[in-house]
């Protein structure tokens, strides 16, 4: 349910109403807005009779039932769209930002290139991966606590936010004290009880779609973020699985136009995972950005030949650099 409060209710009027929705067995979720402030309730086995009933507070406009599963991910309870700021980077609400990094953190010295590469060709934050989930137990796993130090460091000299992968609870805290934004890898994104601890955090989260996640599934693993009080969650499309081979994954690129009928959280496209080749990122990137997408997660290495993990699919800072250059013509001419 959504208690729409009257644009003259005060703060004691809207102190009451969550009071209310607490008596009636729910969890309020307060979201203010320009023009009015909404209450969702959220929860299950209350009374929502009850609820219905709250209509009658003179400081009540109206109470509306929420059709969709995800509730507060959903258009019907904030149809005004969410953006999320961290530093210099803006997604949503007409805001477009590019993350840029190498896939893993490798050495301070390759981190520290990278940042510069992608701060120069103006990249709004910087990615990398300390703690690195592959297929094999084999591969390349990341630097852990080293990495996260370097990452931070490199960040910090070149004035970027940066983005980071949390893999497993237990490293939440220790991955919480360097990065700006947490990610949710594709392989973590029904993980519940990882998305509830950072649900509450105040970090921004960056959830990524899984393989062989619905658009439905994405959202609700959403409101799992949403559910614990994180009103910063950011989408980001990866590609799913399909039966094509001739790409790593396929890009669902008509998930942006759906997404954002249905909510009001930004959405981010990764090429980089999508297609699994350098070639194939700038087109992707130029066809997501004109579908409306809030932004890129592009991954850029000083040298993607010597790279630990994922060197085909990065681009090298010249590389990167000209499709910064053709984004912002793309971006030019959509404007008018």
């Not at 509450?200 to 409101?223: H, N, Y």
């Not at 942006?256 to 959405?267: D, E, K, N």
Request: with cysteine.
């Amino acid at each position: 349910m959504v208690i729409v409060l009257k644009a003259t209710a005060t703060e004691e009027d809207r102190e009451h109403v969550c009071e209310r929705v607490v008596a009636f067995g729910f969890r309020p979720h307060v979201i203010v807005g320009e023009e009015r402030t909404i209450i969702g309730a959220v929860g299950v086995g209350g009374n929502r009779e009850s609820l219905l009933d709250l209509h009658k507070i003179a400081c009540v406009d109206s109470v509306v039932p929420i059709q969709k599963p995800y509730k507060l991910a959903s258009l019907e309870t904030k149809p005004t769209p969410t953006i999320v700021e961290v530093g210099p980077a803006r997604f949503g609400g007409g805001y477009t930002s590019v993350i840029a990094g190498p896939c893993s953190v490798e050495t301070p010295e390759q981190v520290l290139e990278a940042a510069v590469a992608v701060k120069q060709a103006g990249a709004k934050a910087l990615r990398g991966g300390a703690f690195k989930p592959r297929t094999s137990p084999y591969s390349f796993q990341g630097m852990g606590e080293d990495g996260l130090k370097w990452l931070r460091a490199a960040g910090d000299e070149v004035g970027l936010p940066i983005v980071t992968e949390v893999m497993n609870p237990r490293d939440l805290d220790l991955v919480e004290r360097y990065a700006d934004v947490l990610q949710i890898g594709a392989r973590n994104i029904q993980n519940f009880s990882l998305l509830k601890l950072v649900g509450e955090t105040r970090k921004p989260v960056l959830l990524k779609r899984g393989m062989s996640t619905t658009i439905e599934e994405f959202l609700m693993s959403a409101e799992y973020i949403l559910s614990e009080g994180n009103r910063d969650v950011i989408l980001c499309e990866r590609g799913i699985r399909t039966f094509e081979t001739a790409t790593r994954n396929t890009l669902d690129i008509s998930a942006i136009p759906v997404l954002h009928q249905r909510t009001h959280l930004p959405i981010i496209i990764d090429p980089s995972h999508a297609t699994g080749f350098a070639s194939l990122v700038p087109s992707l990137s130029l066809a997501a950005m004109a579908a409306g997408a809030d932004g890129l997660m592009i991954e850029v290495h000083p040298n993607p030949d010597m790279a630990l993990c994922d060197g085909p699919q990065s681009l090298n800072p010249p590389q990167f650099a000209e499709l910064m250059v053709r984004l912002d013509r793309l971006q030019a001419s959509l404007r008018g």
